[in-house]
């Protein structure tokens, strides 16, 4: 099974600043990764499959990169409604599906 | 749009058996390429991916989690169930339904993402 985690666990950034987070993998998933965002009470929504293929609906602030074990989410400019906690999963090797173990987002 | 939603009891005794229900609404659960997935999340912790199955009764187990689990689709209801055997505390946790959209290509599965969840139901493992 592959391992996947993420770092920091915790990251502040004020409002208006550029928020990078990370993803690693055990081991190779190529470009197969996908990242979500839960926000508290609610179910986690997609973001972006492929890497870096933003899903439908999901503004441009947002973007993703990497391949192979290491992968960053990036968000541009954080809004109000972006603090909340993001999980990345592969689906290079299943099953299963795996995921991170989430890095909360939270405000400076 | 479609709407994913979770139902079944709450509280479950050890060593019974958990069962839930997705009803799918907003279109039905045969059009497309879609897998119909089942997701877990202890409180406070991450996601653990259960399973998921197709219209054709195809299905994928978490292995971790292959002993205890079944999935089944009723398309004449629009909804897929899951149960879990044996349950224990360790069960307990948010349960996810969520749809996997994706398509083969000969022995390839092309993933877009699991782009839409139920709201999820909270299930107690206690006697």
């Known amino acids: 099974e592959i391992v996947m985690t993420q770092s920091p666990a915790t990251l502040s950034v004020s409002p208006g600043e550029r928020a990078t987070l990370s993803c690693r993998a055990s081991q190779s998933v190529s470009s197969s990764l996908a990242w979500y965002q839960q926000k508290p009470g609610q179910a986690p929504r997609l973001l972006i499959y492929?890497?870096?293929t933003r899903a439908t609906g999901i503004p441009a602030r947002f973007s993703g990169s990497g391949s192979g074990t290491d992968f960053i989410l990036t968000i541009s400019s954080l809004q109000s409604e972006d603090f909340a906690v993001y999980y990345c999963q592969q689906y290079k090797d299943w099953p299963p599906y795996t995921f991170g173990q989430g890095t909360k987002l939270e405000i400076k | 749009q479609v709407q994913l939603q979770e139902s079944g009891p709450r509280l479950v005794k050890p060593s019974q058996t958990l069962s839930l229900t997705c009803t799918v609404s907003?279109?039905?659960?045969?059009?497309?390429?879609?897998?119909w997935t089942w997701i877990r999340q202890p409180a406070g912790k991450g996601l653990e991916w259960i399973g998921r199955?197709?219209?054709?009764?195809?299905?994928n187990y978490n292995p971790s989690l292959k002993s205890r689990v079944t999935l089944s689709v009723d398309t004449s209801k629009n909804q897929f169930s899951l149960k879990l055997n044996s349950v224990t505390a360790a069960d307990t946790a948010m349960y996810y339904c969520a749809r996997d959209r994706g398509e083969w290509d000969l022995l390839y599965y092309f993933f877009y993402g699991l782009d839409v969840w139920g709201q999820g139901t909270t299930v107690t493992v206690s006697s």
């Open positions: 492929g890497a870096s």
């Open positions: 199955i197709n219209t054709s009764g195809n299905t």
């Open positions: 907003g279109g039905s659960i045969s059009s497309g390429t879609y897998y």
